[in-house]
């Protein structure tokens, strides 16, 4: 359906360089198949995200691109004018909303759908004017909802005299694991306000982040999650795969596919293993098992295990849950000699002023109190920015 109007345009641009001789296409267009767009997070062969935070990134630049050869080598950017990303029909209709950060300025939020979306460059707020005086502009954009995130990415259009730059990603590569509470549910941007993300960000680190509002680790119905976490995470699509009429089935996440493999693995999960009623003794052992699969997939990459900040209550309590069991988790790895893992204790992380009170999951502020929290714990256990 999408295609037509694509077709159209594509005519009428062949039509107008035929006849006006000599006078360059005013845009060039990039497949999704293209070696320089870095993509990360979990995307499908349409290709199409998944998940919440589903980046893609590139960088731009008009003049002819030296080859690199040993380190430092800039170059100018002038001429990124205008950019347009082409999306196909599996994008949620009517729209789906993206952060968007050029050339390093803060994510503002755009809803795109099907079709050609431009993306609004003049805008003050889009930061390519201050960019212009760096080598390169570097875009970032990821699906940023809980919900209704997906984006079908067919091309780029960019104006003509721009090109792609290769990308160099962080040699730090977070994987955060969780729920709602990991997730940014309830934030005006989403996910690029929750506190994966920010930490990710402060340590400049690509991130990846499987966080599924409502879903258990145990692989249970959990308020509408068809599956738990212990099972969707090494599926390429999340539980809202089971509510997609045009993609109603699931495949086995290549994870081979991640660039540069993770390299610090953050797990905050059981909130809904707890409200399902799952006892201590099997969240254990499917917190172990979890655990097992995910050593063997990464041998190397330190695990950082958090306790339950838990539910605030307004008189001041906070209600906790699996009390010790994220100690006897952590330390039945260490039996096993596993020794690069690490409980992270967020007791008193959360308080009642920093959760929404009608759903008691962290607020904006709340959010950036985790985040500065754990940016502090990690400075302490020996990790500094890239
Ligand atoms: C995006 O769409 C949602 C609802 O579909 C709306 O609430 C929100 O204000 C829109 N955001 C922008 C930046 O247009
Ligand atoms: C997806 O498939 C399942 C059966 O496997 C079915 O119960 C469900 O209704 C389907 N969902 C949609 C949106 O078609």
Redesign the pocket.
């Known amino acids: 359906m999408q295609l037509y109007p694509v077709l159209l345009l594509a005519v009428a641009a062949v039509v107008a360089t035929a006849s006006a001789v000599s006078r360059p296409p005013r845009t060039t267009t990039i497949k999704h198949d293209h070696p320089l767009i870095y993509y990360h997070g979990r995307w499908d062969s349409s290709p199409g995200t998944w998940w919440y935070v589903q980046h893609f990134t590139f960088c731009l630049q008009v003049v002819t691109v030296k080859p690199r050869a040993g380190s430092g080598f800039k170059v100018n950017v002038k001429n990124l004018k205008a950019l347009s990303l082409n999306l196909g029909e599996h994008t949620t209709a009517p729209s789906a909303s993206i952060g968007v950060s050029v050339g390093g300025s803060e994510f503002f939020t755009m809803n795109v759908s099907a079709g050609a979306n431009p993306l609004p460059l003049n805008a003050p707020s889009s930061g390519l004017v201050t960019a212009k005086k760096f080598s390169s502009t570097l875009v970032r954009i990821n699906v940023e909802g809980w919900q209704n995130n997906r984006i079908n990415l067919e091309s780029i259009t960019l104006n003509s005299d721009a090109s792609l730059l290769p990308y160099e990603s962080s040699k730090l590569a977070f994987q955060f694991i969780g729920d709602s509470l990991s997730a940014g549910q309830f934030l005006p941007q989403g996910v690029d306000q929750a506190w994966p993300f920010l930490v990710g960000e402060k340590f400049k680190a690509e991130h990846r982040i499987n966080a599924q509002p409502g879903a258990a680790l145990t692989d249970i119905l959990s308020y509408g999650n068809v599956h738990g976490v212990s099972y969707q995470f090494f599926k390429t699509e999340d539980t809202g795969f ?4 045009d993609h ?1 089935f699931t495949t086995n996440w290549n994870f081979a596919r991640e660039n540069p493999h993770s390299t610090h693995i953050v797990i905050h999960i059981g909130a809904n293993d707890a409200s399902q009623g799952v006892s201590n003794d099997q969240f254990v052992q499917v917190y172990s098992d979890f655990l097992a699969k995910i050593r063997a997939l990464n041998p190397r990459a330190p695990i950082f295990v958090f306790t339950p900040w838990g539910w605030p209550n307004s008189d001041g309590t906070i209600s906790y849950y699996y009390d010790g069991q994220y100690q006897k988790i952590v330390d039945d790895r260490k039996a096993l000699g596993d020794k690069n893992i690490f409980l992270v204790d967020t007791t008193g992380w959360v308080a009642w002023a920093d959760v929404f009170p009608d759903n008691v999951h962290p607020n904006v502020a709340g959010h950036q109190k985790i985040a500065n929290e754990f940016i502090a714990w990690l400075a302490k256990w020996g990790l500094s920015p890239q």
Do not use: A, D, I
């Open positions: 089971y509510y997609t009429t109603n």
